[in-house]
Antibody
Framework: EVQLVQSGAEVKKPGESLKITCQGSGYSFTTYYIAWVRQVPGRGLEWMGIFYPADSATRYSPSFQGQVTFSADNSISTAYLQWSSLQASDTAMYFC???????????????WGQGTTVSVSS | DIQMTQSPSSLSASVGDRVTITCRASQDITTYLAWFQQKPGKVPKLLIYAASTLQSGVPSRFSGSGSGTDFTLTISSLQPEDVATYYCQKHDYVPWTFGQGTKVEIK
């Protein structure tokens, strides 16, 4: 079964750092983009950017450039989303999702993680 | 960047009604358009990609059409389990922007 499994909910204080995970299984991890999506409570889906595990190529939405960092450890098929200094405005649900890299495999974001809730409050 | 605009932002329809949601791209995206369904408290689910290709396991009452800048998601006969928010998303070049969502309710 193809799946993405994300790490559990986090409760943090402003200024703290955080790294959440997204582990893929059942498919070739390095042949799919990993996209990150934010959803603030009661709001819509926001595309944060993508990471391509095969060559670590990264593209960030302008809204998130400089605010977060994407990375991965291909040896354990795990992608990471990290913050160096959280703010209250980072409180949201964060999803990872995959999309095929090759044009022939571009079937949209077909598999999603279950989401990680991040709460930031003093 | 290309903007994605959905309409309406919400709708209420009766069980069995035909429901149509539109999505407009600010520039030509050919057919690189996906539709997602998100039920309250749940993970978004891919319904359609490449504008009209139904994802495996998705009921046939869902269909998509369009190309270029104008796209449509149609539910041919609305069912109670279709209550959700629906999002379009371009899936060609970055940024893979989402529409703002359309909330579908039962009248």
């Amino acid at each position: 079964e193809v799946q993405l499994v994300q790490s559990g909910a986090e409760v943090k204080k402003p200024g703290e750092s955080l790294k959440i995970t997204c582990q893929g299984s059942g498919y070739s991890f390095t042949t799919y983009y990993i996209a990150w999506v934010r959803q603030v409570p009661g709001r819509g889906l926001e595309w944060m950017g993508i990471f391509y595990p095969a060559d670590s190529a990264t593209r960030y939405s302008p809204s998130f450039q400089g605010q977060v960092t994407f990375s991965a450890d291909n040896s354990i098929s795990t992608a990471y989303l990290q913050w160096s200094s959280l703010q209250a405005s980072d409180t949201a649900m964060y999803f990872c999702a995959r999309r095929g890299y090759r044009a022939a495999d571009n079937h949209g974001m077909d598999v999603w993680g279950q989401g990680t809730t991040v709460s930031v409050s003093s | 960047d290309i903007q994605m605009t959905q309409s309406p932002s919400s709708l209420s329809a009766s069980v069995g009604d035909r429901v149509t949601i539109t999505c407009r791209a600010s520039q030509d995206i050919t057919t690189y358009l996906a539709w997602f369904q998100q039920k309250p408290g749940k993970v978004p689910k891919l319904l359609i990609y490449a504008a009209s290709t139904l994802q495996s396991g998705v009921p046939s009452r869902f269909s998509g059409s369009g190309s270029g800048t104008d796209f449509t998601l149609t539910i041919s006969s609305l069912q109670p389990e279709d209550v959700a928010t629906y999002y379009c998303q371009k899936h060609d070049y970055v940024p893979w922007t989402f529409g703002q969502g359309t909330k579908v309710e039962i009248k």
